[in-house]
């Protein structure tokens, strides 16, 4: 098969850990016969040095195009004098409204080699920690009407959570959808004891799960889900939630993963489409050391091959192999951090970590 991939490399670390990716998607290409075709695409402080703009037309009409689009990060101290609204960051919010980027996926995935990194005790997370949060992105609290009015206790500022049957129906079809591929649970989380948002949410995930009889249905409040995830996180297979309770819950969530470095995610659109990126940003002060790590960018490629181009073997291949580096105790300086027994580990650069995690596929 061919897919087009609209390559976003952007700033800081942003290339380099974009570079080892595209070796790994290489690497699986040629291993399966698939033929991936890269547009590498500006956004963010590289496009405000050659364009004057941090998302320039013609990438947003390429990415448009594409079959997925891979980001790296945007952002660095070179713009950061800039007025907000011509920073590179503004890039991503460009990308996620001009794509339609309306679902966020954030798992949490402990892998077991690195438990000593996750600040829960061993036993709540023996076996391995292995969650998704899917987070509704383009509407409720964020995007609701809000001002100032004057109350009898003075000004008042408000913002207004609001959410339709549609947007509702089309994130909890996402978050089936993956429990689908996934252990068959979907946990959706809410406030219905209090807000009327939250009931009407409740009720239309409830009616969405009858369309989806092989797949476990529970609700949680949004208080108790925060202490579950520090309790027993391993009960979970798929959140789904809100814009405002995602926002929270996906950043708690992978803090029990341990660094940054490890973290991918996706943003999906109707039809399969996604942006694909790690969580961290540019990180300048590693920029051009070797010293970044590329997984976080190689697990959001594997996200790109599971959710949008549906090669599950193929996902399930660069997560394996990312395992089996760790398992052969290679690490990158964020994860040696955390390591009980560093003598035991060997040090690695970003390009020996994308060669190494290429070799074993
Ligand atoms: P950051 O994620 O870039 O860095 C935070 C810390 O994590 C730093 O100490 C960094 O060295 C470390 N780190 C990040 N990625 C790592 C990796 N792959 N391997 C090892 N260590 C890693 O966040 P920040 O410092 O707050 O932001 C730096 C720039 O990135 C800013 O301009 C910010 O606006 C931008 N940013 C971009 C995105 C994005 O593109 N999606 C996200 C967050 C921040």
């Known amino acids: 098969m061919k897919y087009n991939i609209a390559v976003v490399p952007g700033d800081g670390i942003g290339p380099e850990v974009i570079g080892e990716t595209l070796k790994v998607l290489d ?10 075709n890269y547009t590498k695409v500006l956004a963010g402080g590289c496009a405000i040095d050659e364009k004057g703009e941090p998302l ?34 503004m890039a991503l919010l460009g990308l996620r409204k001009q794509l339609g980027l309306f679902a966020n996926l954030r798992p949490a995935l402990l892998f077991d080699e690195l438990a000593a990194a996750c600040p829960l005790k061993a036993e709540i997370v023996s076996g391995g920690l292995d969650l998704v949060v899917v987070r509704e992105l383009t509407g409720g609290i964020y995007f609701g ?72 249905l529970e609700h949680l409040y949004v208080d108790n889900a925060v202490m579950q995830i520090i309790r027993d996180p391993k009960q979970f297979d798929v959140i789904v939630t809100s814009n405002i309770f995602g926002d929270i819950l ?19 659109a109707t039809g399969n489409f996604g942006m694909y990126e790690p969580v961290h940003g540019s990180a300048p002060d590693l920029a051009g050391t070797d010293k970044a790590n590329p997984m976080a960018t190689i697990l959001s490629a594997a996200m790109m091959l599971r959710y949008t181009f549906g090669l599950l073997e193929e996902a399930d291949a660069i997560e394996n192999a990312v395992k089996k580096v760790l398992a052969d105790k290679y690490r990158t300086p964020d994860i040696m951090l955390n390591e009980k027994d560093p003598a035991s580990c060997k040090e690695i650069g970003t390009k020996e970590a994308g060669d190494l995690i290429a070799a074993n596929i």
């Open 27 to 36: 690497r699986i290409g040629e291993k399966y016969g698939h033929e991936f």
């Open 56 to 89: 320039p037309e013609e990438t947003v009409k390429i990415c448009k195009e594409s079959d997925a689009v891979l980001l790296g990060a945007v952002g660095g101290w070179k713009w950061d004098t800039l007025p907000g609204d011509q920073r590179p960051e």
């Open 145 to 216: 009407e809000r001002g100032h009015k004057q109350t009898d206790m003075g000004e008042a500022a408000y913002d207004v959570e609001q959410y339709s049957v549609g947007e509702i129906t089309r994130i909890a079809e996402v978050a089936f959808d993956m429990a689908m591929k996934r252990n068959k649970k979907v946990t959706s989380v809410d406030k219905a004891n209090v807000l009327e948002s939250s009931r009407l949410w409740r009720k239309t995930v409830t009616e969405v799960a009858e369309k989806y009889p092989e797949v476990t």
């Open 250 to 268: 996906s950043d708690g969530a992978s803090q029990v993963t341990g660094s940054i470095g490890m973290l991918p995610s996706a943003s999906l």
